[in-house]
């Protein structure tokens, strides 16, 4: 049976309703048109009961559409279902020449639909879009976490920071993961790595970071063509964000040394990462398998005597000459916290007992004087002796301990007057 359009149809044009959105951004066109089809024929149903009878035709380019009803001709009198027959004398009012069994294709005036119609085609489009705009966010940038982009500041609130990429997507730089020092002014433009993406409830939420470990690995990566080229790899990253880092890399090539590499000469490859960073002090090591090793390596600059490991519980006890355990403890403990970072390990420091002073003192000789729980404190920092803590000055152990400022005094005025009592003695001795 031949099937025949009306002549002469009315192009039903609603830019108002539908254009504005073939410009949604990173929506290709056979999906928006696929939205918009079942935008309107969610509307035919709500109308007609059923849409299996209409052609919808979409020009998404121009922002125009051409919905066409197909129905079967009967004779007068009896079409049952007025949306899928039309009667004989009603089709020959289009076109003379129809017969009973011939199919009629006629153009739907959606304007005949009605105001709410097309006010809830307006919202179901909007509605659409958004989702679909979203899940292309979500996926545009689910698979770039760790990467670093660069991207406009568009206001700072207290707790987080908003940029905007290229494309005029929002991303948020939290507080926390900020840099101590960090400013940002309204227009420029800020550096940070993808940290995740996060999709709750179909609203996705692309998270940067500036603290991330990932953040300085990937700056290391663009600085140094040896990683690119993949004759060097970072193996770990470790970092207490503004203030110091540690890096272990390794050479897959004999000629090439990677800690030289990484650093570059005078540390000019290394220099704009640190100013990126607020002047994070940079510390690489050459990486090995060899956890005595690597441990010892992590606490430069600090010259170790030996390390004993503790496998199973992830902890080790490292010796050192009295003058290397400050060095390898770092000021506020931050050297030995970054290498316990690195590897993995828990890190006790401890000082060889044959290198101790013979006229030196233990701390726990005066606990007469001195609370057990502050002799426990200077302990954990390392110093077992009265001549190592007076050996620290006042103000790095008062950091280093904190304790009151006079309880440390307290401690200092004890210690130093058993070496003065000595000295009085050998005086009288002497006598």
């Given at each position: 049976?031949?099937?025949?359009?009306?002549?002469?149809?009315?192009?039903?044009?609603?830019?108002?309703s539908f254009g504005e959105f073939k410009e949604a951004k990173n929506i290709d066109p056979a999906t928006l048109v696929s939205v918009l089809e079942e935008c309107f024929r969610s509307v035919i149903i709500k109308t007609y009961g059923s849409d299996e009878n209409y052609d919808i035709i979409i020009n998404p380019d121009k922002g125009d559409f051409e919905i066409y009803?197909?129905?079967?001709?009967?004779?007068?009198?009896?079409?049952?279902?007025?949306?899928?027959e039309i009667s004989l004398s009603e089709a020959r009012a289009i076109e003379n020449d129809y017969e009973v069994g011939e199919d009629v294709s006629q153009l739907v005036n959606f304007t005949d639909f009605g105001r709410r119609a097309i006010l809830t085609l307006r919202q179901t489009l909007a509605g659409r879009i958004l989702e679909l705009e979203h899940d292309t966010l979500f996926n545009q940038y689910k698979d770039r976490v760790g990467e670093v982009i660069g991207a406009e500041v568009y206001q700072s609130w207290k707790r987080e920071t908003l940029l905007v990429d290229d494309e005029g997507n929002e991303l948020l730089l939290p507080?926390?993961?900020?840099?101590?020092g960090d400013f940002?002014?309204?227009?420029?433009?800020?550096?940070?790595?993808?940290?995740?993406?996060?999709?709750?409830?179909?609203?996705?939420k692309i998270i940067l970071s500036r603290t991330s470990p990932l953040f300085l690995q990937s700056l290391l990566e663009a600085e140094v063509p040896e990683i690119q080229d993949g004759l060097i790899t970072i193996h770990k990253v470790a970092r207490i964000p503004g203030e110091r880092a540690k890096?272990?890399?390794?050479?897959?090539?004999?000629?090439?040394?990677?800690?030289?590499?990484c650093v570059g000469v005078k540390g000019s490859r290394v220099h704009g990462i640190v100013r990126e960073l607020h002047g994070e002090n940079i510390d690489v090591i050459t990486w090995t398998a060899n956890t005595k090793l690597l441990i010892t390596r992590s606490l430069s600059p600090a010259r170790v005597n030996s390390v004993t490991i503790d496998e199973e519980n992830h902890k080790a006890e490292v010796y050192l000459d009295p003058d290397q355990v400050s060095l390898a403890i770092g000021k506020s403990g931050l050297n030995i916290k970054l290498a316990s970072m690195l590897t993995g390990y828990t890190i006790d420091v401890f000082r060889e007992i044959d290198n101790v002073d013979d006229d030196d003192v233990s701390l726990d000789e005066f606990t007469d004087d001195i609370e057990q729980w502050i002799v426990d404190v200077l302990k954990n920092i390392g110093l077992n002796t009265a001549k190592e803590v007076l050996g620290i000055e006042r103000s790095e152990l008062i950091q280093r301990t904190d304790l009151e400022e006079e309880t440390v005094d307290e401690v200092l005025r004890i210690l130093k007057s058993e070496f003065e009592e000595e000295d009085n003695t050998k005086s009288e001795g002497d006598q």
């Open positions: 049976m031949a099937t025949k359009k009306t002549k002469g149809t009315e192009m039903v044009n609603l830019i108002d009803r197909n129905r079967t001709v009967v004779e007068d009198g009896n079409v049952k279902d007025p949306n899928m507080r926390t993961e900020q840099i101590p940002f002014r309204k227009g420029e433009t800020a550096r940070a790595v993808i940290e995740r993406v996060e999709n709750f409830n179909g609203n996705p890096i272990a890399v390794e050479s897959y090539d004999d000629r090439v040394d990677p800690v030289g590499a």
